[in-house]
């Protein structure tokens, strides 16, 4: 009894302490005023590139590229060089230097290609050269942009009557030397297991000259290579790629690591020429969509109402210059590897993101 009327005193006691402090004469406490958001302003600014600095005092870029790939990388008659990779330099010289023929050309074999780019003997590497974690992690270098989603492919004659690389088994294949390819050819005939015979060679153009002579059965490279290789054999027609794709190998530019500023500079002149395209941009209406596009990312991206070359350092037309010299994407294209070339390719998964029939090529907004 005494438990129990201790515990209700306690009860009452509490009771009286609440209500105490609900009295309607006290005031109720302040509500502490909320505190105004915190802006945050985005500040853009320009980095220097040592690599910019260097070409502008010099006054070229210095590219890398295939000795001999048609199509790709050639000097025509006149020992200009020519072709897709090719274009892709001339589009950065267009940038950096506003001059598209700038560029000085350094024939670089495929074993030795990354060297030449690590001991900075030239500034791009621009040679149908795939992009791979080991590529990409381990050499101190950058892959700047895709230029060009392929896949590696088997070249034979005709007459052999294939229908699928399935059927190769003990074949004599020519591939090159230190390239994907070799290391592709291996697993796709491992995994499958069948056995092959490797004739390992130095260039496109040794292989491509075995194959010819019957000194392999088939030629392994990837298929805008093998494309490049048919149209200049002595009967194209009585060659056929087969329809096995049996790799992803996305191509395109390369620069050293260490100057991320140059890596924007490269990257985003591919950019211009992708945007270009799909601003409905080319290097004979640019000049005209200068003075009367009412598009707001045209405007921006050919430095009409904004500069924002300043931030690559680069001049307020650098874009345009890119456009107006070597031209959209579907003009380097078409020119060199399309509908305009020997080597007839269909755009496939280098259409635009948003073409009729869609493909992966795609550039960010430019804004």
């Not at 950096?96 to 290609?113: C, E, N, Q």
């Not at 945007?275 to 009409?304: F, H, I, Y």
């Not at 070339?341 to 029939?357: I, V």
Request: with cysteine; hydrophobic share 40%.
């Amino acid at each position: 009894m005494i438990r129990k009327a201790a515990v209700t005193g306690l009860a009452i006691l509490f009771l009286g302490l609440v209500l105490a402090g609900c009295d309607g004469g006290s005031k109720p406490a302040a509500t502490p005023a909320p505190k105004a958001a915190t802006t945050f302003t985005v500040r853009y600014h320009a980095t220097p590139s040592k690599v910019l600095n260097a070409v502008r005092k010099r006054g070229y870029v210095s590219c890398g590229v295939n000795p001999g790939l048609p199509g790709f990388a050639y000097p025509d008659v006149r020992g200009s060089w020519r072709g897709f990779d090719v274009d892709f330099c001339r589009a950065v010289a267009a940038a950096v230097l506003g001059d598209a023929g700038k560029v000085r050309f350094v024939a670089i074999g495929g074993p030795d290609r990354f060297g030449a780019l690590q001991r900075g003997e030239i500034d791009i590497l621009s040679r149908n050269t795939s992009w791979s974690f080991s590529r990409d992690a381990g050499l101190g270098l950058d892959f700047a942009a895709t230029t060009y989603f392929d896949g590696q492919g088997f070249l034979a004659p005709k007459a052999l009557g294939l229908s699928s690389a399935q059927e190769l088994s003990g074949a004599r294949i020519c591939v090159q030397s230190g390239t994907a390819s070799q290391d592709n050819l291996a697993d796709f005939f491992h995994a499958r297991g069948l056995s092959y015979k490797p004739i390992v060679v130095a260039s496109e153009a040794e292989a491509r000259r075995l194959y010819e002579n019957e000194g392999c059965d088939v030629f392994t490279a990837d298929i805008s290579a093998l494309a490049g290789s048919r149209s200049v054999l002595n009967n194209p027609s009585a060659h056929v790629i087969l329809p096995d794709v049996i790799s992803k190998e996305p191509l395109g530019p390369v620069v050293r690591q260490n100057d991320p500023v140059w890596a924007d500079i490269v990257r985003w002149s591919v950019y211009a020429t992708i945007l270009g395209e799909e601003m409905g941009l080319s290097s004979k209406t640019v000049a005209s969509a200068r003075d009367t596009s009412g598009n707001p990312e045209v405007r921006r991206l050919l430095g009409v109402d904004a500069n924002y070359g300043a931030l690559l350092g680069l001049n307020r037309d650098w874009a345009y210059q890119v456009i107006r010299q070597v031209g959209g994407y579907q003009e380097i294209f078409d020119r060199n590897i399309g509908a305009k070339s020997a080597l007839k390719l269909d755009r496939g998964l280098n259409a635009l993101w948003n073409a009729p029939k869609p493909g992966l090529l795609y550039a960010p907004p430019f804004r």
